[in-house]
């Protein structure tokens, strides 16, 4: 399978703790983005890399949550301290960044905080 | 105001039926659009890209009205298979690095 995989596949956490999400983009893919789904809405963007760099963040992404995408490959998606607010699904996508710039989904994370 | 606004549904229509929904978008220099759909529990999948000469791709027809910021979606001869969320989806850079989505229209096909 050579699309964008996302691991844990479903990740069930106490409010307090921290969590890490890891996101494999298809491999000649530059670009990686980070979405945040909830119920009845639509992805809302977090955050976007070109290679190894983070060019955008949105508002959205509060001091508690981290990315990184160290050597321009995978992405990891950390939350700190998670909130009953945070329990969504994370979307990873990723693009090969040129011409209409398609973003392909992985299939998520879905967070749950109890 | 939301930046991309979409009819919630849900649409029920029965097999066979045309189908339209409408999305519009309060940044007028927004620059690309599409369509994505979403089955239930499952990731968004590109349907197509809008273009502004308007564009078709077998059942489905895709306009775009930049004049009145809006775009839309035809569906011919509705399948079952039909049955999912359309997410209209905006960026304001031509390359889409940062695309803006809908909240989607909910589509169910009866049979």
């Known amino acids: 399978d050579t699309g964008v995989s996302q691991d844990p596949r479903h990740k069930i956490t106490k409010r307090g703790q921290n969590v890490t999400f890891r996101c494999d983009p298809i491999?000649?893919?530059?670009?990686l983005y980070w979405y945040r789904q909830t119920l009845g809405q639509g992805p809302e963007f977090l955050t976007y890399f070109q290679n190894e760099a983070q060019l955008e963040k949105s508002r959205l992404l509060s001091d508690r949550f981290s990315a990184e995408r160290p050597k321009g490959s995978f992405s990891t998606l950390e939350i700190q301290r998670t909130e009953q607010g945070d329990s969504a699904m994370y979307l990873c996508a990723s693009s090969f960044g040129q011409g209409i710039d398609t973003q392909y989904f992985g299939p998520g994370t879905r967070l749950t905080v109890l | 105001r939301k930046e991309v606004e979409q009819d919630p549904g849900p649409f029920n229509v029965p097999e066979g039926a045309t189908v339209a929904f409408n999305c519009t978008y309060s940044n007028s220099a927004s620059q690309s659009f599409f369509w994505y759909r979403q089955d239930c529990r499952k990731e968004p999948k590109l349907l197509m890209s809008v273009y502004s000469s308007g564009n078709e791709d077998g059942r489905f027809t895709a306009q775009l009205n930049r004049a009145s910021q809006y775009i839309s979606l035809l569906i011919r001869d509705s399948k079952l298979s039909d049955s999912a969320t359309y997410l209209c989806?905006?960026?304001?850079?031509?390359?889409?690095?940062?695309?803006?989505f809908g909240s989607g229209t909910r589509l169910s096909i009866r049979p």
């Open positions: 989806v905006v960026s304001p850079y031509s390359s889409a690095s940062k695309i803006i």
């Open positions: 491999s000649e893919h530059n670009r």
